[in-house]
Structures are given as C-alpha cells and as structure tokens.
T-cell receptor
C-alpha cells in the first residue's frame, strides 16, 4: 500500500532534549512538508522540501531542523531551542495540486 | 501571502440536518481551494478540491462546495448530516505552484442524534 508513515504515534521527552520525528513516503512524491497543529490554530508550516537535498523554512521554523537526504524520507528534529514543543505534528507530501498526510505524531514534553 | 478564514470554530447540527461550514480566502491570483477532514488523532483526508474547473465541486461522503469568486468564498455543504460526519474540517488554499498550502483554523462539527 502506498502512503505516508510517521513514527512513533506518541512520543514523550524531557524538557531540554532534542527529539527526531520520522516521516517516510512511498508515493514517489517530490515535495514533502512538516506542519504543527495546536488546538484552535489550524496547521502551521514548519519546513518544506521540493526536492532531495533542498528545503525551505516555513512560518514557524525556529527551534526545528530537517534534512532531505532521500526522496522517501523527511525527518524533523525538535531541538531544545523550541520553547513550546508539545503539539501534534503532521507530515505531508504532494503531487501536483493535492497533499497527502501521514497519521501524525503527538509529542509531549514533560 | 494568502490567508484562509473559517467562520465558527464549532458548529453543531442535528442528524439529518443541513451542514454548512464557511470558508473565505484572500488571494491576489486565482486560487486552488481544498477541504480536508480530520478525525481525532489522525491525519487529514482530502474531501474535495477546486482547481479552476467547475465552480460546484463534489467530494466524498456526500459533501460539496461552491467556489464564488465575487464573495471570495468556498463554503462546504452536505444536505443531510450523519453521525459519522462528526470531525474537524479544514479549508486550505494554495499558490499557483502548489509549493505552499495555507490552512484555516478549522471547524469542529458536532452531530446530535
């Protein structure tokens, strides 16, 4: 089955620790995205990548980092510089005019 | 930059009643518009999309939306609500090259028996 996988589904970390969220797609899509979702705020774009080895900051990139070494993979690292990292994180990929979303990772920082 | 406004963070309807979820956008160029549905702790699923073809767009699960350029609106409707429609709905707009998608803040739909 083609699709986007995100792991883990739930993640708990202590304050001050970096954590990496996984996103893998087998749809052969060039573009991939990371969004953060908070209650009542919709989706906010963190980073996006249109092609391997290239990525751009979105609206709320501070405290986050990404890499795009392979077409299939777009991991997101939440660093200790992110002031309020507890949120639901969604990965997406796109082909043409449609975005496909993964199931999300809920990160809780204790 | 483009923006999307969804009026009403919460909408409640009775089962069998009309569903109307409102979306207005701002765009300086012809937009591409989308409605997504999200169930709790899940990703977003595309309901329907407008890409400059017919102004009335039909989607999955009986939903449809009408693009009205003069009103800069793309409201989502369903003639008869079902309990399974209870979810959060997001309107989104993209730029011409689809590199970036802008989302509204979402509307939670509650369906009462």
């Amino acid at each position: 089955d083609g699709g986007i996988t995100q792991s883990p589904k739930y993640l708990f970390r202590k304050e001050g620790q970096n954590v990496t969220l996984s996103c893998e797609q087998n749809l052969n899509h060039d573009a991939m995205y990371w969004y953060r979702q908070d209650p009542g705020q919709g989706l906010r774009l963190i980073y996006y990548s249109q092609i391997v080895n290239d990525f751009q900051k979105g609206d709320i990139a501070e405290g986050y980092s990404v890499s795009r070494e392979k077409k299939e993979s777009f991991p997101l690292t939440v660093t200790s510089a992110q002031k309020n990292p507890t949120a639901f994180y969604l990965c997406a990929s796109s082909h043409g005019n449609e975005q496909f979303f993964g199931p999300g990772t809920r990160l809780t920082v204790l | 930059a483009q923006s999307v406004t969804q009026l009403g963070s919460h909408v409640s309807v009775s089962e069998g009643a009309l569903v109307l979820l409102r979306c207005n956008y701002s765009s300086s160029v012809p937009p591409y518009l989308f409605w997504y549905v999200q169930y709790p702790n899940q990703g977003l699923q595309l309901l329907l999309k407008y890409t400059s073809a017919a102004t009335l767009v039909k989607g999955i699960n009986g939903f449809e939306a009408e693009f009205k350029k003069s009103e800069t609106s793309f409201h989502l409707t369903k003639p008869s609500a079902h309990m399974s429609d209870a979810a959060e709905y997001f309107c989104a707009v993209s730029e011409d090259n689809f590199n970036k998608f802008y989302f509204g803040s979402g509307t939670k739909l509650n369906v009462k028996p």
